[in-house]
């Protein structure tokens, strides 16, 4: 949502397909390895497509099915977070009322809602944290008064220099406030 006092920005939370392909694989190889455990035990193929006559229980099989069910119980946090989309929320730019407000998605229980309000009066600039590398970081931060820093893009896959920079410039104009690069 785009006009002249008011901007909306969504941020996507942990509702991104690489989150949905992961908890699918994770899950389907968790069924694999504790199936192919409890075969081992049973000496009896559970599935046509696992031959477990050859794995011996104590140690290989054992230990399949605790990773399989380690496998199982990590796509299944993987697939509540999805559920809760956690992380997912917006940024609301509002001029007319001169406030900011930051909204994401928790955990359940009592801070399930982020929601932070911010004057425009206490905002002093629009921060970029740029660090290249293994593990690259591209962060755009609202710098408020007091050193504070509030981040306002998504976790996960960082976004390109030029989507960085332009949506930086973007909230900056908006705001009328400086960009700083190296925060």
């Not at 075969?39 to 099989?61: K, M, R, T, V």
Request: with cysteine; charged share 15%; net charge positive.
């Amino acid at each position: 949502m785009t006009n002249e006092l008011l901007r909306r920005y969504i941020v996507v939370g942990s509702r991104r397909p690489s989150n949905y392909i992961w908890a699918l694989l994770i899950g389907l190889g968790g069924f694999g390895f504790l199936f192919t455990g409890i075969s081992s035990q049973q000496q009896n193929n559970l599935l046509p497509f696992i031959h477990a006559e050859n794995i011996a229980f104590f140690p290989q099989g054992l230990v399949m099915s605790f990773y399989g069910l380690l496998a199982l119980l990590f796509s299944f946090y993987l697939s509540l977070t999805i559920l809760w989309n956690v992380g997912g929320g917006f940024n609301l730019f509002d001029k007319q009322k001169g406030m900011v407000r930051i909204f994401r998605w928790g955990f359940p229980g009592n801070n399930r809602r982020i929601d932070l309000t911010y004057s425009l009066d206490d905002i002093s600039a629009i921060g970029l944290e740029l660090k290249e590398g293994l593990s690259p970081k591209r962060t755009i931060y609202l710098c408020l008064k007091g050193q504070r820093q509030i981040p306002l893009t998504r976790i996960g896959k960082p976004m390109s220099l030029e989507q960085i920079e332009t949506l930086g410039s973007e909230f900056a104009q908006f705001l009328e406030k400086p960009l700083l690069n190296e925060i």
